[in-house]
């Protein structure tokens, strides 16, 4: 009896670290990016946009003073700010950079900021991203020199709609494997207006009507091509989601970007991936800072 009840204890012991072993070849535990790192402090911050209250949690180096470099970073298609802040914005927070991560108002089905998936596209997220922005100018701690976009997968694709807007405040952006491909999909999937149901299927997931009405007559490259402030695209070449050629058509429209090929990375990127796009988005972005 005690050895089978040791053989058991012994299967969940290896059942359990190889969850452990696996979720971390996804997620990583978040680490500076620099030496020394820091300790970090999260504070919620909820950020008002239209009739929406977002919810949002602005992450600080602890015990840093003075305005600091800062990075808003957005979500992707039905994924929510946990994502943002535990893969690179710890490891930004940690590296001397104030961070703010935040949910779209129906981004997600259990979204913080409320709203359902059904009344949400890219273009209310815009509005979403364009209040965030306005708000975390404002604060206190924020280097005004030295305001950042970061976007992944959905989030890149309005992160790219909506830096246009901003260029006067902006100081550079980087965008992991962003969804240019949304308009396209639209236009193969309906012919008119008309012909989009109330309620339809998007990266397997329900959307409401509001979601694809825009995209049918809509040039994204057009709309994007008009920031032109530096960027950063990370794509990797196994993205079944959102394949390559997207990230590298946007890399040739803007008037200043950079692209960097992930060989093997799938969307989302795995582990080693997420490391390295870290390690790069922070080289980056501390390339571009104005250090007057």
Sequence with gaps: MIEGYLLGTAAVGGFVALSVWNYRRFMPKPRPLCTPGNKI????????????????????????????PTVICCHGFGSSYKLCRDTM????????FAVYCFDFYGGSKKSRS????????????????????????????????????????????????????????????VLYYPAFCIPEDAQKKFARVEDIPAVSKTFK?????????KLLDYDIYAEIAAYDGPVLILHGDADTVVDVSYGRRAA???????????PGEIHGFMGKGKRRA?????????EQMDTN
Aim: negative net charge; charged residues 25%.
């Design 278 to 286: 870290a390690e790069l988005a922070y080289a980056f972005f501390r």
């Design 205 to 213: 997931l329900d959307v409401g009507k509001v979601y694809n009405e």
């Design 252 to 262: 040739e429209v803007y008037p200043n970007a950079r692209f960097e090929l992930f």
């Design 41 to 68: 402090e999260i504070r919620p911050l909820p950020v008002q946009a239209g009739e929406h209250t977002l919810y949002g949690e602005l992450l600080l180096p602890k015990g840093a003073s003075g305005p600091l």
């Design 114 to 173: 409320g709203g359902s998936m059904l009344e949400m596209s890219i273009f209310t997220e815009r509005e979403n991203l364009d209040a965030v922005i306005d708000a975390v100018w404002q604060l206190d701690c924020v280097d005004k020199n030295n305001l950042f976009l970061l976007g992944e997968s959905q989030g890149g694709c309005v992160a790219g709609i909506t830096a246009p807007r901003h260029r006067d405040k902006l100081k550079a952006m």
């Design 89 to 96: 914005g710890k490891c930004f927070a940690m590296s001397g």
